[in-house]
């Protein structure tokens, strides 16, 4: 169930929505936050990204917003995306098949740190039952 690959540093880029300008300062301490979590689990980031506007159905943000970040994922050689904010099973399978790579949310971020920290055979069944 480990996203975040241990021996390999992952290359990532985090993306957050801000639902109008007013939000974005939010957004930002919060992506400053996924960040630390992000390097907790060994992740290198690369950049953060801050998108205002409602939440879209298929990829969360907006289109050409998904066609922005794959340009920079191209550019960047990155190998990891970690939003923000939940992703629903098909949005976060709709980006994948868009980036060709892994896509994952703060939530999952939370569970592979607590992975890579447990020690015991039973903690690390509470973590794949979680």
Do not use: C
């Amino acid at each position: 169930m480990v996203w975040i690959n241990e021996k390999a540093v992952e290359k990532s880029i985090l993306v957050g929505l801000a639902r109008d300008s007013r939000q974005k300062d939010e957004v930002e301490s919060s992506l400053d936050e996924l960040a630390e979590l992000a390097k907790s689990a060994g992740a290198e980031v690369e950049s953060m990204n801050i998108q205002i506007r409602k939440p879209d159905p298929k990829y969360y943000v907006g289109k050409g917003f998904v066609e922005k970040l794959k340009e920079k994922i191209t550019a960047n050689g990155n190998n990891l995306v970690i939003f923000d904010d939940p992703l629903s099973p098909a949005q976060q399978r709709n980006l994948e098949n868009r980036f060709d790579l892994k896509v994952i949310d703060r939530s999952i971020l939370i569970l592979d740190i607590f992975a890579l920290h447990a020690r015991t055979s039973a903690a690390k069944l509470q973590v794949e039952l979680a």
